[in-house]
């Protein structure tokens, strides 16, 4: 689908429906004040949207490959996009420009996670690694080999010292933040 549904948490009743994107929408996040939403889509763009009035503020383009994923960091000043195109890419949240493009990945990247003190994102890729980036400098800290399929997404605990994977191997890893 093309559309974002937004929803009443406690009545279940459709607060408005988001429309934009020209092609389908694979992912979507919320900031931490709940302000604006994010969406990723095969149209090769973002979009954020005004939580409260479903206006759109803002499109992000620069992928060349489908979006499959994105993220908002913890205190909501940066995105972090995720697709095909085998990157990664940082955008300022309030202006919505590119901040970064974490590339090393050979395979398409199908998910990201951000720490929650917003040190480091986490991707995952179909190259069957994950890497772990710095969320200020893009530097590559890590690649994080194990997996003998795709990963598919993954995920950062909420202390931040380890990190899930899961993969078309039919297995799921933990990782050691850290090391």
């Known amino acids: 689908d093309k559309t974002i549904k937004v929803w009443e948490a406690a009545t279940g009743a459709e607060r408005f429906t988001l429309a934009g994107?020209?092609?389908?929408v694979n992912a979507c996040a919320?900031?931490?004040d709940g302000a604006f939403i994010v969406s990723a889509s095969d149209d090769k763009t973002l979009?954020?949207?005004?939580?409260?009035?479903g206006t759109e503020r803002a499109t992000l383009a620069g992928h060349t490959g489908w979006v499959n994923a994105c993220e908002i960091s913890p205190d909501g000043a940066f995105i972090v996009s995720a697709s095909w195109d085998k990157t990664l890419k940082v955008?300022?949240?309030?202006?919505?420009?590119?901040r970064?493009?974490?590339?090393?990945?050979?395979?398409?990247?199908?998910a990201c996670a951000i720490s929650p003190d917003g040190a480091f994102v986490l991707s995952a890729s179909r190259d069957n690694t994950?890497?772990?980036?710095?969320?200020v400098t893009g530097a590559e800290r890590a690649t994080l080999a194990g997996h003998t399929g795709a990963?598919?997404?993954?995920?950062?605990?909420?202390?931040?010292?380890?990190?899930?994977?899961?993969?078309?191997?039919?297995?799921l890893k933990v990782w050691d933040a850290a090391t």
């Not at 955008?91 to 590119?98: L, Q, T, V």
């Not at 994950?130 to 969320?135: T, Y």
């Not at 990963?151 to 297995?171: E, L, N, Q, R, Y």
């Open 30 to 32: 919320i900031s931490p």
């Open 21 to 24: 994107h020209t092609h389908w």
């Open 91 to 98: 955008w300022d949240a309030a202006m919505g420009a590119k």
């Open 151 to 171: 990963v598919t997404t993954c995920a950062i605990s909420p202390d931040g010292t380890f990190v899930v994977s899961a993969s078309c191997d039919k297995t």
């Open 130 to 135: 994950l890497k772990v980036w710095d969320a």
């Open 47 to 53: 979009k954020v949207w005004d939580a409260v009035t």
């Open 100 to 110: 970064a493009t974490l590339a090393g990945h050979t395979g398409a990247v199908t």
